[in-house]
């Protein structure tokens, strides 16, 4: 898969997106497992010495907003404020989240740009008024199709249910405003063929395919029923309807409208990460909008897929799950940030589990991760008093440890940047890693200390030096995973007074043999992945 982002320091911005996410209860495992995501991704590219914009935000106005708010006793505004300062933005920053923006689409800057946006399509006759009846689904916010509808059981007996909320759906009859969405099949169905990589992972591509072309149907783009909401510029007993307003935000966060260089330099988004259940939305109404008001496209739509935990699905209407800070305070942020992307291969289905988590912990990142670092460490500390030494005696062994490194570099770089791929990433770079532990084990650097000839001492030189030097290009290609242990790493390696901050190191270079030198202060600091405590979810 070739990547259509090309984001560099003079031109355009990498910019990716995390969905909008609806702000009607706190953010859960979901939320975090693609924001997690995104994160990764901007960071690997801003170490890939990139300009690269990351917004995330919330999607803020809505019926389901509106009720929620009326049912807690206070206004829409107030609720969604409380939220976003109180749950949203403490979560990401608890979680690293190094985010360019934040946008909220009550906010002026972004609500002026969609009424602009929109008034434009009805200028350019894009937008027509008509009547509409049918099932709609609050949760969704959306029409459904009768086709699509599950029979209800139980205390829905009778009912017809939302395939995704398992929740009635309501008759709704609306007088409203239509973008002629239908017209733009064929205009889709185009550019997806002429971009293989448009939609990713190929199941959800399928799906979008299979979808438009059965015909698309012209999409209501305002409702009267409710005022929490952007009013429509030329009639303002209407607002429009949420998902025009929230996928807008990806133009309006970047100076659609207001500053062209900006928006110049970072519109369209590189890619949007997205959850499976909001394919259609990013697929195919935000490119028909986009091609109505005449914008470019975004490079990649990659959906995620569903989360399970103890077999219970992870979405927005289904909060039952364990929340972030429940994890993160056993395992710490970078284990969890790492479990995610190491555990399920991104766009496919997977089950988070405290059981794999703490297995996986265990295994990778405390024994065969954090103990090399404190193994190394220590051996520098004991045969060389923390001082570096240079290695003065490379053979066939160090020669297989160089190539290793050069191909975890070459593969974790070709997986994360340009595939999105973290899983096959993070296997790259933990395989060096299990090389360096056998390297280390042939070598018996400790028996090797026992004898104090100069060749011996040139061989235990160049052993330490060498698993130092691995660690420093670790250090370099998990930072974006786990920013904190690898700074960690870093500082213990002592690389920053010769090497600069870890946050600017370049991919391209981790793998360039020879760069910590020799001389560095090497310290024993805590152990990057402590022991797990007994824990009573296990
Ligand atoms: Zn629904």
């Known amino acids: 898969m070739v990547a259509t982002g090309s984001g560099t320091q003079s031109g355009k911005a990498f910019y990716v997106t995390t969905p909008i996410y609806y702000v009607n209860d706190a953010p ?23 300009r690269v914009w990351f917004l995330t935000g919330t999607d803020e106005h809505g019926q389901k907003v509106l009720r929620t708010a009326e049912s807690k006793g206070v206004s829409p505004q107030e609720w969604c404020d409380k939220l976003v300062e109180e749950a949203w933005k403490p979560l990401w920053r608890h979680l690293e989240i190094a985010n360019d923006d934040f946008l909220r689409t009550t906010e002026k800057r972004h609500t002026d740009r969609v009424r602009e946006f929109v008034q434009d399509l009805y200028d350019k006759g894009e937008i027509y008024k008509g009547g509409y009846e049918g099932p709609y689904c609050v949760g969704c916010e959306e029409y459904k199709l009768p086709g699509e509808l599950l029979e209800g ?14 929740r009635p759906v309501e008759i709704l009859k609306e007088e ?26 190929e199941p959800a591509r399928n799906e979008v395919l299979s979808f438009v072309r059965q015909g698309l149907q012209d ?21 429009i309807y949420v998902w025009v307003d929230a996928l807008l935000n990806y133009a309006t966060a970047v100076g659609y409208n207001q500053n062209q260089e900006t928006f110049d330099a970072t519109f369209p988004a590189d890619v949007h990460l997205i959850g499976k259940d909001i394919l259609r939305f990013h697929a195919v109404i935000w490119p028909a909008l986009l091609m109505a008001n005449g914008l470019p496209l975004p490079g990649r739509v990659v959906a995620n897929g569903w989360l399970l935990v103890g077999g219970e699905k992870m979405s927005k209407s289904n909060l039952t799950g364990i929340s972030p800070r429940q994890i993160t305070s056993h395992f710490g942020v970078d284990a969890f940030r790492w479990y995610l992307l190491r555990a399920i291969a991104y766009g496919q289905d997977g089950s988070f589990s405290w059981e794999d988590l ?25 045969y060389f008093d923390g001082v570096l030494p240079a290695a003065s005696a490379d053979g066939d062994a160090e020669r297989a440890v160089h190539d290793g490194l050069a191909k975890a570099v070459a ?47 040139a061989r235990l030189a160049t052993v330490l030096y060498t698993a130092a030097e691995s660690l420093r290009a670790v250090a370099v290609l998990l930072h974006p ?58």
């Open 28 to 50: 859960h495992l979901g939320h975090a497992y693609t924001t997690v995501a995104g994160d990764v991704l901007t960071r690997w590219h801003r170490q890939r010495g990139e």
């Open 153 to 166: 059981t139980g205390e829905n007996a009778g009912k017809q249910l939302c395939p995704i909320h398992k």
């Open 176 to 201: 409203n405003y239509f973008f002629r969405l239908s017209e733009y099949a064929d205009k889709l169905l185009a550019h997806y063929e002429a971009n293989p990589g448009f939609i990713q992972p």
């Open 219 to 239: 999409l209501s783009i305002s409702r009267s029923t409710f005022d929490w909401g952007v009013p429509v510029p030329w009639d303002d007993e209407h607002v």
């Open 358 to 382: 703490a297995a996986r912990y265990t295994s990778e990142l405390a024994n065969d991760y954090g103990n090399l670092a404190s193994r190394v460490a220590a051996m520098v500390g004991k």
């Open 411 to 457: 593969e974790a770089d070709r997986k994360i940047g340009d595939d999105v791929e973290f899983q096959a990433g993070l296997q790259a770079i933990f395989d060096f890693v299990k090389q360096v532990n056998g390297y280390i084990s042939e070598q018996e650097p400790w028996k090797v200390a026992k004898d104090d000839s100069p060749q011996a001492r």
């Open 481 to 538: 995973f786990m920013p904190a242990s690898s700074q960690r790493l870093w500082e213990s390696l002592g690389a920053e007074p010769a090497l600069g901050p870890l946050a600017g190191q370049r991919v391209q270079e981790a793998g360039q043999w020879g760069r910590l030198p020799a001389g560095s202060t090497v310290t024993k600091g805590a152990a990057l992945f402590p022991r797990l405590e007994e824990q009573p979810g296990a």
